[in-house]
């Protein structure tokens, strides 16, 4: 099976592991992902649109929505690639392309798809999402937005649970793990402690908060600090 095989059994599970694969026609609003890490004016736009989306002038909490949602997509896709096909999908933001949605989460491209070389797999999932993607996105959000690396932490981990969640419901008997990936992933740093995670039953409780909350209209999230439910 070829990565856009994979790619391509992914992205019907569900919107947040949509990814398209190969030349599209409608490519002209495409930009690469390293453009959002790298460039302030790009990244500001992109918060604004996410304030205004949510009805706040917060940017913060648009930021921090940003983060979640974007970690949401790349666990996503990177993690059912890995449980269905046993190689993790190559995400590198310079082969990954994206563009604002009308509604929902991000659009993501890959004009030329590929995996990860041969290695352990939470290494390539641990590679491919959080070194070359998260970390930078968040050095940027940090330094322009002021977001901390302690929310951003939950917000991964929490990203995480949340595709591991769907990905189990909508494919439960896929040839690899995804909950003892996700495990593995919880396990390591950054993640390592941002939370405390139980996997029969699938639970978790961040130690931190997303920020959600101070949108106009929302509460807490199941998995936040603040909310005296169990996830």
């Known amino acids: 099976m ?13 919107p947040y592991f949509a990814v ?7 490519s ?8 959002l890490y790298e460039n302030p004016e790009l990244l500001a736009a992109y918060v604004a649109d996410v304030g205004e989306r949510l009805g706040t002038d917060q940017k913060r909490v648009a930021a921090s929505t940003l983060h979640i949602g974007t970690a949401a997509r790349l666990w996503s896709i990177a993690l059912a690639g890995a449980a269905l096909s046993g190689r993790a999908p190559d995400l590198a933001p310079e082969r990954l ?3 604002a949605a009308e509604s929902g989460p991000i659009d993501l491209w890959m004009p030329e798809p590929g995996a990860v070389a041969d290695g352990e797999l939470h290494d390539a999932v641990h590679a491919t999402v959080l070194v070359q993607n998260l970390l930078p996105l968040g050095t940027a959000l940090a330094r322009h937005f002021g977001l901390s690396a ?3 932490r939950g917000n991964a981990a929490s990203a995480l649970i949340g595709a591991v969640r769907v ?6 008997h896929a040839p690899h793990s995804a909950l003892r990936l996700a495990a593995a992933l919880l396990s390591r ?8 995670f139980t996997a029969e039953p699938l ?4 130690r931190s908060c997303c920020l959600y909350y101070r949108v106009p209209g929302n509460g807490f999230c199941g998995d936040c600090v603040l909310n005296g439910d169990r996830a």
């Open 189 to 196: 740093e950054p993640l390592a402690g941002a939370g405390v």
């Open 167 to 172: 990905l189990t419901l909508r494919v439960p």
């Open 97 to 99: 392309w994206w563009r």
């Open 2 to 14: 070829t990565t856009t095989d994979t790619l391509r059994r992914v992205s019907a599970i569900g």
């Open 20 to 26: 398209s694969c190969g030349p599209r026609p409608d």
């Open 28 to 35: 002209a609003r495409f930009r690469p992902l390293t453009g």
């Open 150 to 152: 302690h929310v951003m």
């Open 203 to 206: 639970t978790y409780r961040r």
